[in-house]
């Protein structure tokens, strides 16, 4: 899902720059931590001044999510990385809070004491350029962020060893669509990153987790990020009660949400619910004038596409608002049987082995079983048969649905 690039869900992230792009970024927000969060994480390896130098040791049985290489003190350097509690409650997060200023404790508490609101953990957000790419990237502390983290990354305690020691890990989708290879050095803000685990955090936005240490040598805004774990609270309803609460200028994505369960094409859809055949077929000719062109990570056009923003950009030539990420447009609209599939669904897929749960690729149904798509890095945007590997579902677009989405 290309989904998870910069300038898609948490498009409001402030920027590390001198100055704010209030097109890509906008407001950080300020996160409280009263427990912790339940997505899946990224890891962000640093070796520049502050980030040790890396000595490459037999390491225990590996999977995609860490492969563990201790971080070596310098000599004159004699302040040990300070060790990760163990996973202890898991929290899965459904709101991801992001304010123009620090959260205070005043704020904390009254976000807090809203009905439904189970735990809060609090996190430094930003936009950060690694390897050339804008990056949404959350400093956590390692110890109680993990519980926020689907299972599976949360119990992986090399790589949260990594993070606190100074790597980066990155989502999945931003590693293996995006060219982001594991273990290797990229360059960041303040010197080279050393890409140390797969570990999607399960935000659609976020696609990069660093330690706090390291987050302060990156620039990122203090405390501007809060994520919220209340899976007992409508999260719809949750999201405004915390927008009256906080100061003017916040802004609440839901992530996990607890909704109603999802409609059917043939529940409570009236006629003029969907997109028209003129509608359709501008996208569709949009999508095809774009054959060839390149697959840039977070890119949104009209040169250079990821998956998602090949669907936004196509879209909105036919006048349909449609949100920037995977995750967010798969409720654009009721799902239907891939057997009823018609030209201009969208079809989703679920690819990621860090968090099998979430959607993390689209593509726009062409007929006759092809589909048209914005693949990966080093690839094309293209048409080609559908495959049902780690296939999700297919979605029927409804313009007044997909403009409506948080």
């Given at each position: ?91 899965k997060p459904n709101l991801f809070v992001l304010t123009r200023k620090p959260f205070t404790n ?173 509608q359709i077929m501008v996208a569709l000719k949009a999508a095809a004038s774009k054959l060839g ?114």
């Amino acid at each position: 899902m290309h989904g998870s690039g910069i300038r898609q869900d948490l498009g409001f992230l402030v920027k590390t720059g001198k100055r704010r792009d209030p097109y890509k970024l906008v407001p950080f927000i300020v996160v409280l931590l009263v427990a912790v969060l339940t997505a899946d994480v990224l890891l962000l390896a640093q070796s520049g001044p502050q980030s040790e130098p890396l000595r490459q040791q037999p390491a225990p049985k590996q999977t995609l999510m860490a492969q563990q290489q201790p971080h070596e003190q310098p000599k004159q350097t004699t302040k040990a990385v300070e060790p990760v509690a163990p996973l202890r409650k898991l929290h899965k997060p459904n709101l991801f809070v992001l304010t123009r200023k620090p959260f205070t404790n005043e704020l904390l508490q009254k976000v807090a004491k809203l009905r439904g609101v189970r735990a809060l953990e609090l996190a430094d957000a930003a936009s950060v350029t690694l390897d050339g790419k804008r990056v949404q990237t959350l400093a956590v502390n390692p110890s109680t962020f993990r519980s926020y983290t689907p299972k599976v990354t949360a119990s992986s305690d090399a790589l949260w060893q990594n993070v606190a020691a100074g790597d980066v890990a990155v989502s999945f989708v931003l590693g293996s669509d995006g060219g982001l290879t594991l273990h290797r050095h990229v360059d960041g803000p303040a010197g080279p990153l050393r890409i140390g685990a797969y570990a999607t955090t399960g935000f659609g936005a976020v696609d990069a987790v660093v330690s706090k240490n390291v987050g302060r040598t990156l620039g990122l805004p203090r405390d501007n990020a809060l994520i919220v774990s209340a899976p007992d609270a409508n999260s719809a309803t949750l999201r405004d009660k915390i927008l009256d609460v906080l100061p003017k200028g916040t802004q609440v994505v839901m992530v996990n949400p607890v909704l109603p369960q999802p409609q059917t094409a043939k529940q409570n859809w009236p006629t003029g619910s969907f997109m028209t055949g003129d509608q359709i077929m501008v996208a569709l000719k949009a999508a095809a004038s774009k054959l060839g062109r390149p697959y840039v990570w977070g890119a949104e056009g009209p040169d250079t596409f990821d998956c998602s923003g090949l669907v936004q950009w196509a879209f909105a030539k036919a006048g349909v608002r449609m949100p920037r990420v995977t995750h967010q447009q798969w409720v654009a609209g009721p799902q239907v049987p891939l057997s009823q599939a018609q030209p201009g669904d969208l079809i989703f897929w679920r690819l990621d082995p860090t968090n099998p749960g979430y959607i993390s690729h689209v593509a726009i149904y062409w007929g006759d079983g092809k589909m048209i798509q914005a693949p990966r890095t080093g690839d094309v945007v293209k048409i080609s048969p559908v495959h049902t590997r780690g296939f999700a579902g297919v979605v029927r677009v409804s313009p007044a649905a997909a403009a409506g989405v948080r």
